[in-house]
């Protein structure tokens, strides 16, 4: 067995996973139609990495005296994220793979 983690690891693997390939296809010409579904792995793989992060930080927040104002970003974090059109997938990808 395997001890629990108390970081988002996985789902920041998923994360880098996810940007990459949609840059990949990016740079590639792929179709457009197939660029949009890497986007939207994109936006979801993001929001799975702040969701785990938002449970840690709650989990957390009994043991040791978490900060509120980390819980309220990646609230916002959240909410900002699931509206994000084409062209914010695009400039995150591109700033999170720098």
Known sequence: MYPPRNSATKKRE???RKV???LQSRNLD?????QLKKA????SAKLNYLKARLLLANTYASEFETDVELIDKLNKEISLCEGYSY???IEFS???SR
């Open 40 to 43: 939207e792995l994109v936006r």
């Open 14 to 16: 998923i994360l880098d």
């Open 20 to 22: 990459f390939e949609f």
């Open 30 to 34: 792929v179709k457009h139609e197939k």
């Open 87 to 89: 062209e914010e997938i």
């Open 94 to 96: 591109l700033k999170y």
